[in-house]
């Protein structure tokens, strides 16, 4: 079990089901207590409750240039679509629409050919807001937007970055994705 009061992002293991049981923020899967938001991990140790608890109770709305982190929902043949589960350098919960896409003009600099080599479902993402009507779009153009945290296809482990590759360090599977220039530091606050 993590420290009482760890960041955590969706996804990540805070404890096993033997421990304590999921509760507020959280989801049992195969025996392991995960995150399903970002924000601290705070259990109620007398009722034995995994608990996390969101980063801000305010509601927020969202705008053209914001930083924003994502989970990848669905990954298509010429967009990916992406829920927003966080504002960068903000404190608050978003309120109204959470789902966006990105175009695959939107992905890299370079030519995207197919948007399922720069993504994977479940990646975690840091991006720019582009358009918020009639529908958001994110753009991860650009070393300081990608994926900031990705998991392996296979075993679904975090994935490590081992020599510019992303690598396994379970099953050693080496896969690809459009990386921010920070992958795996864990910083979700920074703006750009």
């Known amino acids: 079990m993590i420290e009482d009061g760890t960041l955590v992002m969706p996804g990540d293991e805070i404890a096993k089901a033997e421990e304590l049981i999921a509760g507020e923020g959280t989801y049992e899967e195969n025996g392991v207590i995960r995150s399903s938001i970002i924000g601290l991990f705070k259990p109620d140790r007398e009722k034995l409750i995994a608990m996390v608890k ?4 305010i509601p927020l709305t969202l705008h053209n240039g914001d930083t924003v982190l994502g989970e990848v929902k669905q990954v298509m043949e010429s967009m990916v679509m992406v829920k927003i589960i966080h504002v960068a350098g903000k404190k608050r919960q978003i309120a109204g629409e959470k789902d966006a896409a990105i175009y695959i003009s939107n992905i890299s600099e370079e030519f995207v050919k197919n948007t399922s080599e720069k993504f994977k479902i479940g990646d975690i993402i840091r991006a720019k807001i582009i358009r918020t009507s009639p529908a958001i779009q994110l753009s991860t153009k650009g070393r300081e937007y990608g994926v900031i945290k990705a998991y392996c296809s296979t075993c679904r482990h975090p994935l ?26 864990g910083n979700i606050d920074r703006v750009i």
């Open 54 to 57: 969101p980063l801000s109770d």
């Open 160 to 185: 490590i970055m081992k020599n510019n590759h992303l690598e396994c360090p379970v099953c050693g599977r080496r896969e690809s994705r459009k990386i921010a220039d920070d992958y795996g530091k």
